[in-house]
């Protein structure tokens, strides 16, 4: 069995809903993060990528009809070079690359370009289609951009909760209170910005459109202001737009490869050596990270007392702080180049961002071991630990 690696990661810049990249399409984001993956590997033929995997969490809209495909042809790589779209939800580009990497691993693929994408300013809203033709009443259109749409009325009614109030019940559950969401919520908008100051994002980060920047950033945010937004989904609740990840455009790509391709490709940035799936009721998905961490680690071999770094994407600070708190590791190990809470969270794109970084935060902090996670809608979790090369 061949061993899979990162050799180069790139996104773009995460946009605010209705922001900077409100006027760009998904297939175009997605087209412009394979372009600048691309162009970290010179001596790569794009002839020889095997295969393109490709999250996007709606698929309801311009990224419909398979968007990694879509994405192939208008970066303008040969039509040889095939690609599938990938939902799992927010997990989808995580799981882009956890298939990609298996494909290595298998001996069925050298190359694989893994990614994903989402704008959730262009997802549309839909009119369900009726069963017969002309129904008498009013149809009520239905957004796609997050969460439950449709829903089947089979489903138990603790299971279609919406995400937010999902996730005040985890704080009830293990006690974490508002003011712990918020001092986490405040170091990830400081974290973010810093990084970016440092220049961290500047080999990560390609430009779409007129965006440069990850434009949700507040580099003045604290604890204390903070506090003074008001619940969003209890009228006594912790959750605030404050302390939860917004709703954002962006795409993320990661070149994958085995060893052998090491002389097109140059030096890989880390080895894949565990990868693994979780499932829990629906309602508490945000605590499924946990065990998926877990039996990531537990597939390369290795305890949380090796680990140098955590990129765990911040859905919420409180599902975030709970899960940080099963693991029992510091803190400061996790997310310390900012997280979704600031840079934000478009669905399809998140798992590769934090895969991508984490690459590049076990560089900086000359570590061995790191792990990335992410919680899923209705149950589910996704993670990743990674071996530095350097």
Not at 303 to 325: I, K, M, P, R
Not at 344 to 356: E, K, V
Request: charge should be negative.
């Amino acid at each position: 069995m061949a061993d899979s690696f990162v050799y180069a990661a790139v996104r773009t810049p995460f946009g605010r809903y209705s922001g900077a990249l409100a006027d760009v399409r998904p297939d175009d984001l997605a087209a412009t993060a394979l372009t600048g993956l691309l162009a970290k590997a010179p001596g790569l033929d794009p002839a020889r990528i095997d295969d393109v995997y490709w999250g996007n969490a709606n698929g309801a809209g311009e990224d419909n009809r398979n968007v990694g495909r879509m994405a192939v042809l208008l970066a303008g790589l040969p039509t040889s070079v095939p690609a599938s779209t990938v939902n799992r939800l927010c997990g989808s580009s995580l799981d882009a690359a956890i298939i990609g990497s298996r494909a290595i691993t298998a001996g069925d693929a050298e190359v694989v370009v893994a990614g994903g994408v989402e704008s959730m300013t262009r997802a549309p809203w839909v009119l369900p289609k009726p069963s017969r033709a002309f129904p008498a009443g009013n149809v009520e259109a239905v957004s796609t951009t997050l969460g439950w749409r449709l829903t089947n009325p089979r489903m138990p009614a603790e299971w279609t909760a919406s995400l937010g109030e999902c996730n005040e019940q985890l704080g009830d559950k293990y006690g974490i209170s508002r003011e712990r969401q918020d001092v986490f919520a405040a170091r990830s908008h400081v974290l973010a910005d810093r990084a970016w100051n440092d220049g961290f994002y500047a080999d990560l980060v390609v430009p779409a459109g007129d965006l440069d920047r990850d434009e949700g950033i507040r580099p003045d945010s604290s604890a204390e202001k903070l506090a003074r937004l008001k619940p969003a989904f209890r009228p006594d609740g912790t959750i605030t737009a404050g302390n939860a990840s917004p709703l954002n455009d962006g795409a993320a790509a990661l070149l994958l490869g085995s060893e052998r391709v090491a002389v097109q490709l140059g030096d890989p940035l880390a080895r894949i050596a565990g990868r693994a799936a979780h499932a829990v009721d629906p309602q508490a998905f945000g605590f499924a990270p946990v065990e998926a961490a877990e039996r990531a680690l537990r597939q390369a071999g290795i305890t949380w007392s090796q680990v140098g770094a955590v990129e765990l994407n911040e859905a919420f600070a409180v599902q975030s702080l709970a899960c940080v708190d099963a693991w029992g590791v510091d803190p400061e190990i996790v997310n310390t180049r900012g997280g979704a809470i600031a840079i934000g969270h478009p669905l399809g794109a998140s798992g590769a961002r934090i895969l991508g970084t984490l690459a590049h935060v076990l560089r900086e902090r000359n570590q061995r071991w790191g792990v990335a996670a992410i919680c899923i809608g209705v149950g589910q979790a996704l993670a990743v630990v990674l071996e530095n090369q350097a």
